[in-house]
């Protein structure tokens, strides 16, 4: 379920920390996946504090 670059997330350019998935706290919010609307969950639900650091 992840795209590539899951590991270094707040890089831009894996996309994970981007308007369009996880928003640049990787909180989660208003994602919008293939051209539909819709909310991305925050990424430490299941990761916890993993990339806090990074």
Aim: proline residues 6%.
């Amino acid at each position: 379920m992840h795209r590539e670059g899951l590991k270094y997330p707040y890089r831009p350019s894996s996309g994970c920390s981007s308007d369009k998935c996880h928003q640049e706290d990787l909180d989660g919010g208003v994602a919008e996946v293939n051209g539909i609307k819709t909310i991305a969950p925050s990424c430490f639900q299941c990761h916890g504090t993993l990339w806090e650091d990074e």
